[in-house]
């Protein structure tokens, strides 16, 4: 009778598990990488703007990278870049960034996001030397380096990530992506989970984010079982914009949302 009563424990934690890990309830959430801020402070745009969603059951991963020169309606600002709304922000109201970053999505893409992740560049250093440094192979010449394999510290990392010379921001989102794809392609090796202790340290010093613990789980879950071959990666190219100078002489780019929110529709819509 007792291995009965085991056994059906056992059969019910499982249940639950795999109810609270499949159950088709999807998380949106917005990346936002911001560049270096003053000291004790987290004035700073974003230049890195991701829009992500994960579906457990499916699986399927979603992410949408969004110019920092594109030029929409800021809440209680006007219009202006999209990468000035957490800085605006911070500067009437510290802390506030990246809800104003948030408002600004849901306004503009017509999406309810609710969650986001702020990351600190310089924070790119830490994590990656945590990890041990990161092994990328390049099919071509980008962020710097020539095509070949290379193993980044986190100051070449780092380097990678911020370098613009003789590219355009289409292609830093790119490169932006492929860094991202290369670091979880890291972290699911078993051979990197012994550092995962220092990594996650290293995370907590860099990145802060208003997604419950309690769901976190789920999303790594999702991530396991997708693999890198399941996110399913987009970029608003020049394809969905147009150039323009404004009457102060900035380079910024105009929306074309006849075709921006189709495509938001097709990653994000139900």
């Known amino acids: 009778m007792g291995c009965l009563v085991i056994f059906a424990i056992f059969a019910c934690i ?5 109810i609270y890990l499949l159950v088709p309830f999807r998380t949106d959430f917005l990346i936002l990488g911001i560049d270096r801020t003053p000291e004790g402070t987290d004035l700073g745009r974003s230049d890195t703007n991701i829009l992500v ?47 104003a970053a948030l408002e600004t999505i849901r306004q503009n893409f ?7 992740v702020r990351l600190k560049f310089d924070g790119i250093v830490g994590i990656v030397d945590a990890l041990g440094g990161l092994d990328v192979e390049l099919e071509n010449p980008m962020g710097g380096l020539p095509a070949g394999e290379h193993n980044l510290t986190g100051e070449q990392a780092l380097v990678f990530v911020r370098d613009r010379q003789g590219t355009d921001d ?29 990594v996650l ?22 991530f396991l079982r997708s693999g890198l071959g399941g996110i399913d990666y987009h970029v608003i190219n020049r394809d969905y914009v147009s150039s323009t100078t404004t009457s ?15 495509l938001v529709d097709e990653i994000f819509g139900d």
């Open 14 to 18: 499982l249940f639950i598990g795999g």
């Open 53 to 99: 969603t994960v579906r457990p059951l499916r699986p399927y991963i979603g992410a949408l990278s969004i110019p920092r020169d594109l030029w929409v309606t800021i809440p209680g600002v006007g219009e202006n870049r999209i990468n000035t709304a957490h800085y605006f922000a911070e500067v009437q109201d510290p802390g506030s960034g990246p809800y």
């Open 110 to 116: 017509g999406l309810s996001v609710e969650h986001y």
């Open 170 to 198: 289409f292609f830093r989102m790119l490169q932006g992506q492929f860094f991202i794809a290369e670091l979880i392609e890291q972290l699911l090796q078993p051979s990197s989970w012994p550092r995962f202790p220092a």
């Open 201 to 222: 340290a290293a995370v907590n010093e860099s990145i802060d984010t208003n997604i419950p613990f309690w769901v976190w789980p789920r999303l790594g879950f999702a």
């Open 248 to 262: 102060e002489g900035a380079q910024v780019l105009i929306p074309e949302w006849s075709l921006i929110l189709p």
